[in-house]
């Protein structure tokens, strides 16, 4: 009877600001889940979840020892936790200032979208079938200004033409990145950070392991192309898709950039793209 007095009295308390602050509270957990998904991130709080859990079990048992090390483990948790999940943070982080600040817009306008687009699909699937390997970064709201250092400025108008020179092998640059900026190829034979996700297929090379890090580090859309099978690869969001046809990559990357930039988006297509990104399915 006292806990559902307990219970009761603590129903009665409850009112707007109670059912939003549990509703902001859960949502922040939430997308925080789900940017360690998948990731070392996970196992490490799964780890975390179970030391806490064995705390009070430890206690309840009488362990005295035991206790002590879990105690004086969560003590200095909070430090290592920092640490560990330095890479989580930073993308929670940057995810957050994505989202706050999305006024930016790469694609003002939508033909010249379209043609951007062709251009580029004209070229990943020309080097696909000669079986050029070739990493593709379009930019988005996270800008890549320090990716683009490290490889070759080039800034000039995107042509499939010039895509497939750029990736042509033993050539310059054909063996790092190319970005594409504001409807431009920015850069050429950038160097991008290597997925640290032990879960990738070791049938993966080191182009789709960069393909697949640069998408977890920005919001970025890479297109990557197999020098072994020809296959095409749509990197986002650390996701990796494959085996593309050039209809369904261009479909699905209009898409996703119309609804990520287009300020007159109904509430009912953003839940869509959120949908996709929930289960992975660009």
Avoid at 149 to 174: Q, W
Wanted: proline letters at 1%; glycine letters at 4%; a positive charge.
């Amino acid at each position: 009877m006292d806990i559902i007095n307990i219970i009761v009295a603590a129903v009665k308390t409850i009112n707007i600001s109670t059912v939003l602050d549990i509703a902001v509270v859960s949502y922040i957990f939430y997308k925080a889940y789900m940017l360690i998904k998948e990731t070392r991130g996970e196992q490490l709080l799964k780890g975390i979840l179970l030391i806490i859990l064995l705390i009070p079990i430890s206690s309840i048992l009488h362990l005295t020892m035991l206790n002590w090390i879990l105690q004086r483990t969560i003590t200095i948790g909070v430090l290592s936790i920092i640490i560990i999940f330095q890479p989580e943070i930073r993308r929670v982080l940057e995810h957050l200032g994505r989202s706050a600040f999305n006024d930016f817009h790469v694609f003002e306008d939508k033909e010249k979208m379209d043609e951007v687009i062709t251009q580029i699909l004209n070229a990943v699937f020309n080097l696909s079938e000669t079986r050029t390997g070739a990493l593709i970064v379009l930019e988005q709201r996270t800008k890549l200004e320090d990716i683009m250092k490290t490889g070759t400025k080039i800034d000039a108008d995107v042509s499939s033409a010039l895509l497939e020179n750029i990736f042509v092998v033993n050539t310059p640059l054909h063996d790092g990145a190319t970005i594409i900026r504001n409807n431009r190829i920015a850069a050429s034979g950038c160097f991008l950070p290597l997925s640290s996700n032990y879960d990738i297929s070791k049938k993966l090379g080191t182009r789709h392991r960069a393909g697949i890090g640069i998408s977890e580090n920005s919001d970025s859309l890479v297109i990557i192309v197999s020098e072994e099978t020809g296959a095409v690869s749509l990197a986002i969001n650390g996701k990796l898709t494959r085996n593309y046809t050039k209809d369904k990559l261009k479909d699905i990357l209009l898409r996703i950039i119309l609804i990520r930039f287009s300020k007159k988006d109904s509430f009912k297509e953003k839940v869509k793209m959120w949908k996709r990104k929930i289960i992975g399915k660009y």
